[in-house]
Each structure stands twice: as C-alpha cells, then as structure tokens.
C-alpha cells in the first residue's frame, strides 16, 4: 500500500513537473498587472488567451500570470464595468494594463444578488434605473421615478400626497389573499428594509401603511419608507424579476426584489458640488361638474319628476340658500399653487488607497389643499472605502440618516356639494356650521382644522470587509443595521367640531420603532477551469426585525389649549404592539462562463423562518439559469457580420413566501375581564394550524437580446411564466369553533404569464448632435389557473377559475327605457327580471369584467445639442377604470352635484339617451348602475409626458476664469400633461375624492467645484 502510494505521489509530480516544462518550452511566460484610470488595482479581472481559450484572473494586487503564450498571442482583458482591451503578445512579457471605463451599456455594472454583473453576461432578467435617470426627475421618492421605465414594473399611487405610501407590483399579482401587499424585497445597501404589519391593515389594494404603524390613519394612509431617502444619494436601482435574479434571496423574493445602492466615493482630487432647484406644483386636471345655474335647473326638474314642491323642507339649498353663489369646490379644495424647494450638497475624492464621500440635503415640498401643508425631509450620508497596502484587504462603510416632517391634513370628501353652498368660513374665521344650516350634516370641512404631524428618522448603515486569502479566493462579511423611528399627533380640536353638540378635544399621539439587524458572511472564489471562468460564491445570512408601535389616546380634553397635555383628558387610553421576527438562511452561486460565449448560473438557497412551526420553518429554493451568445460564434461573426451581439437565455426556480403574521402556527391566550375564584381567567383569542409551511412560486422565462450597427440599437424581449400555489391565507371558520378564521395553505395556483419588449437606439451620434430614444412595454395575463371546491371556499363570489384575480361581477347596462326613464340592464339567464345572487348559488344576470391593465409602459428621447440637452420621458397604460363619481354619494337630482355629462339625460317618452332621467328618490335600477353595472367602469387608458428636462452646460473656457469645474443651469417638468379618454382629473388614482398626482415644475443650477 505504501508502495502504491508513493508511485502515485511520483507519477503526479512527474506529470505536474512535465505540465511546467511544456508549458515553459512551448510559449512565452506573461506577466502584469491591471488597473483602471484612477491607478486602483482590479482584483479578479480576466485575461485570456484568444487562440487557446485558457486563461486567468488577476490577484489583489491586480497581478497575473499566464502561460504557453506564443508571440502574436491576442490576449483579452475584462473586467465588468470597463471597456474590454486586447493587446498582442510580443517579446515583451511584462505587460502594464489600464482599463478605461465602458461606455457600452451592455458592459457596465449591473447590481446583482451579493455581486455585480453586465448586461452582457447576466442570465437573469434585472432591470436598471441609473443615477443620471433619477436626477432628471424632480421626485421626493424614487420609486416615482420608477414609473413606466422598466418593463413588467408597475407603479402607482393612491392618492396625490408626497408622503404616500406606493404601490409597486412586479409582472402581476401572486396571491390570492387580500391582505398581502405586491411589495418586493427593498434592500438599501444590503440591508434589507423589513417593517413588520403589526396591526393588519396592509393589503393588495392599498399597498403598505410603511412606517406608519401605531394605528393612528395619516392623511396619506400610510407613508412609504422610501420617502425618507434622499434620490439624488442613490447610484442605481436595480429591479430583479425572474427566478435567476430571485431564488437566492429565497421566500423574501416570491414579488420580486428591488436593489438599492447610494453613491460611493471615487479615486481622484477633491471634488465638491452643490445644486439648488425651486419650482411649484398644482394640480394638471379638474373634472366637469355643474355651474350652480344647470345644478339648480337639474334640482327642479328631480322635484317635479317625482311630484315633489319646491320648499325648503324639500329643497333647502334651492330655497334657504343663496341660488345665484357659485363655487368649484374642486379648486377650492385643489387649486392652490403648492412650492417645492430642493439643496444639496457633496465633497469626495481620495486615492487608490482611500476614497470618501459625504453628502446633506434638504427638500421641501408644500401641499396643495385649501389648508396646506409641508412635507420636509432633510439628512446626511457617507461612504468612506479603504484597502490595505498589498490590496488584500478591503473595507467600506457607508450609513445615511434623514428625518422627515410631515403636516398635513385629510381631504374633505366635498367634491360634490352644491355649488350654491354658503361660505367654508364664518367672517371670523371660524367654521361655518350655523351658515350651512339647514343642511349643517352636509358641512365636511372639520378635517381643515383637524391637523397631523410626524416626524420619520431612517438610519441605514452598512459595513463591508473583504479578504484576499489567496488568488482568487476571497472572504468578506457584510455587516448591517437600519432604524426608522416614527412619532404621530393628530388633533381634533373643539373648534372643528359643531359647537351645537357641547364638543369636547380629543389627541392621539402615537410612536411607531422598526429595528432590522442583518450579518452575511462570505466566500467567493474565481479562477479559471478548462477554457471558462468559474465562480463559486457560498454564504449565510441571519436577520433579526423588531417592529413596535403604540398610541396614546386622550379624549374629553376640556379646551383647545390644552391638545399637547394629555394629562388634562377625562378619558385615556393606551394600546401596544409588538412583533419580533428572525430569519436564517444559506445560499450559494455557481456560475460558469466558457468560451466567452456559454453561460451557466445556479443560486440555491435554504431558509429558516420563525413563522412556521417545528418541522416545517426551514424551505428550499434554487434556480437554474443558462446564456448563449451566438454573435461570438465563427458563423455570425463571419457570415451575420449585422449582428453585433446576440444572446439567447433561459431560466427556471422556485422562490417563496412566509409573509402572514407570526405564531399562526401555535394557539395564544389572552386575559379575560371576568375572575374565578379570585384569579383572573384566559381566553384563546387565536385558532391555529400546525401544519402552516411555505408559499411557493416557480418562474419560467427565456429572453432574446441583439444588438445592431455597432450596438447601437439594442433589443430585449423576454418571455415569463409564473405559478403560485400553497396559497397562504386566511381562511374562515365556523363560528361555533369559537374562531372566525384561521391561517393555512389554500388549494389556489396562480399563473401570471407575459411579453416585456426593451429597445434602445443612438439614432445621431457625433461631437455636436446625439439623439437616443428608449420604449418599453410589459405585458401581463394572470389567471386563476386552478381552486378545487372553489364555490365551497370564501372566494366563491370573488375568483373564477380561468380567468383574473382582478375580476368584478356586474350587470350590464343597455341604457334607459325610452318609457319610463329608468336604467335597464341585460337578462343573461332569461327569467325576466334583472337579478343579483351574491350567494352564488344560481346563475345570476351579471357577468365577469376583466379590470387587470392590458399592458404599460414607456419611451423617452434624449437630444443634445452642443451644450444643450433635452430629456422627455412618457409613460402609458391601457386599462379600465371606475367612473371617477362611482364612489361619491350622491345620484343625478338629489342633493350633489354631478357631472357635466348627466344633462344629456331623459326628459319625456321616446328620448333614447345612456342617462336616467333626474330624481330625488332613486330606486333600484339607479342603485344598480351606479354599484352593480358596467356603467360604473370605464376607458382610464393614458398617455403621460412623464418627464421634462431642458438644460445648459456653461462652456469650460468660460468657468475657467472664474475657478467653477463645471456648471449647469435646468428646467424640470413632472406630470405635465395626460392624454387619456377619462373624463375625470387623474387616470391613476380614479377618484373624485381624492386629491390627484399634482403637475411640477421646477428650475436649478448644479455646480462643481
């Protein structure tokens, strides 16, 4: 045995030194090293020999070694995010290599999963959003800017405060259960931003209440953590949306994941900048309701349809109130002129050993109701990088904390009054309940005086240490932590309220805290194995979240002056919440690229998660993802010279979901009022399933990408196919079980299958002219793809198999009897009457109206000229919406005003018209159109000039006399205009009660110093 040994240790050495001889006798011995323009070393770049195929990577000094090189050798240097160079081997054979940045987009830095790529390379499907598209917009958050720039991301608001929470949804809807938002998995930095939803009232509709936590409702429902961070810090936004992006980040990716990075800092000399903007925003559109001379004459003719006198018992706002006053309450409420101020400040620079950035900023945005209010946000940031002196050590650390104050007040819900109603405001500045009278319960103006504030700190803080053990193995930890504490006052002051009613003051204060704390170890390795470059990541992670919110209420405070001492009410009260939740995973990458032209990704993960029971916590998700770029092949590059580049790519995996709330896997207990025997009782206030375990979502998609004329126009298409099943939610239960409902696994699939089309195209490019245009579109069917016993489930009346989660049963409306003036609807099931079954248990007269968006997306232009540039950007939806007064109170006669359109209604016998004739008393049918019908629907297709930038470089001969390195003078415009067939203010929010997304402009100056 020791014998064979021996020979086997001998025959490996002679092979290994007959390896060395022959390569030392059949080529040359090249060394070098690689660094970029600023002299910084590039660890890991590729040099490869083009005849061969073989190749190595460069060590932390950015050193290499290769050998078996011939003279004449074209050897290949990469390295992602610069410009690829080839240099040929000759007698020399110590070669000094500088890499200059890339300007091809298909070689610039893309942020992946714990690392970076290129367009050129990746598997997966990410979706980039750079830091020279964020600044042309004059947003506050940036997920606004976002909107209708990467295919299969969707974007929309609520409501047309600053501070609102946003609802992102990536390629579709995965569940079915109400309550679980569209949110992806934002990580800033490689923290993730985890805010736990302690009091439930986050759901797919409205999206996230965000920071907003302590029960108490803001006016803008919610606020978006988003909000507090400053978008002229942020590099990059990447958006990763299939299963080779996703899997690795396991059950926190089933919506997708959206990757955050702020600006670091940069080898070179000190470099300061400042820029200052200042502008004003006011709402684009107003809906077309009735003067008070058409309100007036539409009230008479209600009264007498229904045979009704005219008095002012029936008809106090024609009799008891000022017939001949006029206001548009739309302007009233939304016609001020809001202002929004914006600074900033940078310095950074530092040398190949050190590099820093440090940066404040302050914006201010104010409302634009009738009592405004501001939105501020004011903050810091730094990244400081440092490597140690033989490059093996590296260490970053960056951090950001902002504060944000928000005063503001609620809506009042008065788009509708009449437009003859008395003043808001009594001649002493007071509410004006007595003057509304007889009609006081109409006045809805408390909410002007009714104030509430907040104020939002957000710390975000990462550390990086990275360690060269040896070439090509590297061991880093990434260390993380981010805090949002949040505090609320919403005051409802005696003065608010009608004084006939003895008012007394109430004040909720209310605090919300979110704390994540996130450690990832390490270890990559890259090198080179046959002719393909290998790299193999492996990695832990732990997360700790601690979310806690509580509010403190203080009712019958006795006068207004005492709203900030709750100690002065009768009656206080105080609520808590808590929630605690820890996550532990594993994950590794394999990636392989051979022959420059064949790519192979695999990510696999395993994840831990507190929320299911014992034997069940830990899931496993993986994914498999491949690339081909044909253009690289001897075929194309000889007889399809066209195409420059080409790529073919495909992937498949599984990612998951645990976002229910916690302990639903075991029973819980709570104190009771009543005593037994001198102790307390307790109550299960929780029924539990055991067996509770992870939501599952499987993503399949291919992707074409070409380039053309020196890649200058470049095209992506991708296709997509996404199943979601072990549906987590929360299902009823039989009240005799003493449980309303309780959370499990559903039977539910969910597919959501589309085409997303990506073109970019340098049209003119020259040294006085360039003009480069963009367009997306994504398009998305999502389906019900199965349910068994679905009529027996509590989603009966609200999904069907084979068609959208986004479906509404309703009538259809064939328009008005020519009789009798009322509004007739279809018989679908032939019994002679209009029916509605909400038990579903017969065939009922409506029918299912699909209401998810056909497609969306956008296109922009970019044109400069010498020192000028002009960016626009659109953006477009095609979908079907409500009727902007489908959810106000109020129908045509009674008393509310309405819109323009309803005078073209019935008069007499024979008029053939789509508009009921006027009436006080509406029956049914009115009831049906308005609640049951498609006549409550219609086309909120749109087309928006999203964006405007106009600006001017001042020439460098001219700042060089008065010592500036660089200035710029702008025009930004943000909603400018919206095409659409929809007759009410705003296509995305569909409302008339709510305030629309306001119009911005702005103007600045950027200067470096």
């Not at 929004?340 to 400040?345: F, G, L």
């Amino acid at each position: 045995m020791k014998k064979l040994t021996l020979a086997c240790v001998l025959a490996f050495l002679c092979l290994y030194l007959n390896t060395i001889f022959a390569q030392n006798n059949n080529g040359i011995l090249i060394t070098g090293a690689v660094r970029n323009g600023a002299g910084e070393s590039l660890s890991g770049a590729s040099v490869i020999n083009t005849r061969t195929g073989k190749g190595t990577v460069t060590n932390a000094a950015g050193a290499f070694t290769l050998h078996g090189v011939q003279e004449k050798d074209k050897l290949r240097i990469t390295f992602i995010g610069y410009a690829a160079q080839t240099v040929t081997a000759g007698k020399e054979n110590k070669l000094a290599i500088i890499l200059k940045d890339a300007t091809n987009e298909l070689d610039r830095v893309v942020v992946q999963a714990y690392g970076f790529t290129s367009d050129r390379l990746r598997t997966g499907n990410i979706g980039k959003l750079t830091a020279k598209d964020i600044e042309k917009q004059p947003v506050m958050n940036v997920l606004d800017a976002l909107q209708g720039q990467i295919p299969g991301v969707s974007v929309s608001h609520n409501n047309g405060y600053a501070s609102g929470a946003i609802k992102v949804e990536i390629r579709g809807r995965n569940t079915i259960n109400p309550n679980i938002p569209s949110d992806p998995l934002y990580i800033v930095d490689g923290v993730p931003l985890t805010i736990l939803d302690l009091l439930g009232y986050d759901s797919y509709d409205a999206g996230s209440r965000g920071a907003i936590q302590s029960g108490i409702n803001s006016p803008a429902v919610g606020q978006s953590p988003l909000f507090n961070i400053n978008p002229n810090d942020i590099e990059s936004v990447e958006v990763l949306k299939d299963a080779d992006a996703t899997a690795i980040y396991g059950s926190r990716a089933a919506n997708g994941v959206v990757l955050i990075t702020t600006k670091k800092g940069t080898a070179g000399k000190i470099k300061a900048e400042g820029s200052f903007n200042s502008g004003v925003t006011q709402i684009a559109r107003f809906y077309p309701v009735l003067n008070t001379q058409q309100y007036v004459a539409m009230r008479r003719e209600a009264l007498v349809n229904d045979g009704l006198p005219v008095n002012a018992q029936r008809a106090p706002d024609l009799v008891v109130w000022d017939s001949t006053r006029y206001t548009d309450w739309q302007k009233f409420l939304w016609g001020s002129l809001g202002h929004t101020t914006s600074a900033a400040a940078t310095l950074s620079g530092g040398d190949r050993r050190y590099t820093f950035r440090v940066a404040g900023n302050y914006q201010n945005r104010s409302d634009i109701l009738a009592v405004s209010g501001k939105n501020q946000r004011g903050g810091l940031s730094f990244n400081i990088n440092s490597r140690s002196l033989n490059d093996k050590l590296s260490i970053s650390l960056s951090g950001l904390y902002n504060r944000t104050w928000i005063n503001t007040v609620s809506n009042p819900p008065g788009v509708n009054l009449p437009p003859n109603a008395p003043d808001v405001f009594a001649k002493d500045g007071s509410l004006n309940y007595a003057g509304w009278a007889p009609l006081a319960t109409k006045y809805v103006f408390r909410y002007l005086l009714q104030k509430y504030s907040s104020q939002t700190d957000l710390l975000n803080s990462n550390l990086l240490l990275n360690y060269n053990i040896f070439k090509g193995l590297a061991a880093k930890i990434s260390l993380g932590y981010s805090s949002i504490q949040s505090t609320q006052n919403e005051q409802i002051p005696i003065a608010s309220q009608n004084p006939l009613f003895n008012p007394v003051a109430t004040a909720k204060l209310g605090y919300s805290a979110v704390k994540n704390s996130i450690a990832e170890p390490q270890l990559e390795y890259n090198g080179f194995v046959l002719k393909g470059r290998l790299n193999v990541l492996l990695g832990g992670s732990y997360q700790n979240n601690a979310t806690t919110s509580g509010m403190l209420l203080g009712d019958n405070i006795p006068n207004d002056a005492q709203l900030n001492n709750l100690a002065s009410a009768q009656r206080q009260s105080v609520s808590n919440f808590g929630a605690q939740y820890k996550y532990l995973a594993a994950f590794g990458r394999i990636n392989y690229i051979w022959n420059s032209r064949y790519i192979l990704n695999l990510n696999m993960r395993r994840d831990g998660s507190g929320r299911f029971g014992p034997g069940r916590q830990f899931g496993n998700f993986a994914s498999a993802g491949g690339a081909w770029i044909f253009s690289e092949s001897r075929l194309f590059k000889e007889h399809m010279r066209f195409i420059d580049y080409g790529k073919l790519r495909a992937s498949f995996g599984t990612t998951g979901g645990d976002q229910i709330p916690d302990y639903q896997y075991q029973s819980s207990w709570t104190f009771g009022s009543f005593t037994y025997g001198g102790s307390p009782t307790l109550f299960p206030d929780r029924h539990y399933d055991s067996t509770i375990h992870w939501q599952v979502n499987k993503k399949l998609e291919a992707g074409l990408a070409l380039g053309f004329f020196k890649e200058r126009l470049m095209l992506e298409a991708s296709w997509y196919r996404n199943r979601c099943n072990n549906q987590l939610v929360s299902f009823p239960t039989p009240s005799f079980t003493g449980f309303s409902s309780v959370y499990t696994n559903s039977p539910a699939n969910v597919q959501n299958s589309g085409f997303e089309l990506l073109l970019k195209a340098a049209l003119v490019k020259n040294r006085q002219f360039s003009w480069a245009v963009s367009g997306n579109v994504g398009i998305n069917r999502n389906k019900l793809l199965s349910y068994p016993d679905i009529k027996q489930s509590p989603y009966a009346g609200l999904y069907e198999i084979g068609k959208p989660l986004a479906i509404v049963r309703v009538l259809h409306a064939t328009g008005v009897d020519p009789q009798t003036g009322k509004y007739t609807f279809q018989d679908f099931n032939g019994n002679h009457i209009v029916d509605i079954d909400y038990s579903m248990r017969t065939v009922d007269d409506r029918y299912i109206m699909d209401l998810a968006p056909k497609y969306e997306g956008g296109f922009s232009n970019t044109l400069a000229f010498k020192n000028w540039s002009l960016d626009c950007s659109f953006y477009f939806k095609k979908q079907t919406g409500k009727q902007p007064f489908a959810s106000v109170v109020g129908f045509p006669g009674d008393m509310s005003n309405q819109p323009v359109s309803v005078l073209d209604r019935w008069t007499k016998a024979g008029d053939i018209t789509t508009v009921a004739k006027f009436t006080t008393r509406p029956d049914v049918t009115y009831m049906n159109y308005k609640f049951n019908s498609d006549g409550a629907y219609t086309n909120a297709s749109f087309v928006r000039l999203q964006n405007l930038m106009l600006s001017y470089t001042i020439p460098q001969k001219t700042l060089k006399r008065i010592g500036v390195g660089g200035c710029r003078i702008y025009f930004q415009g943000q909603n400018l205009f919206v095409f659409t067939p929809y007759k009410g203010a705003d296509p995305e929010t569909q409302s008339a009660l709510t305030m629309s997304i306001p119009r911005i402009f702005v103007s600045g100056i950027s200067i470096t110093l």
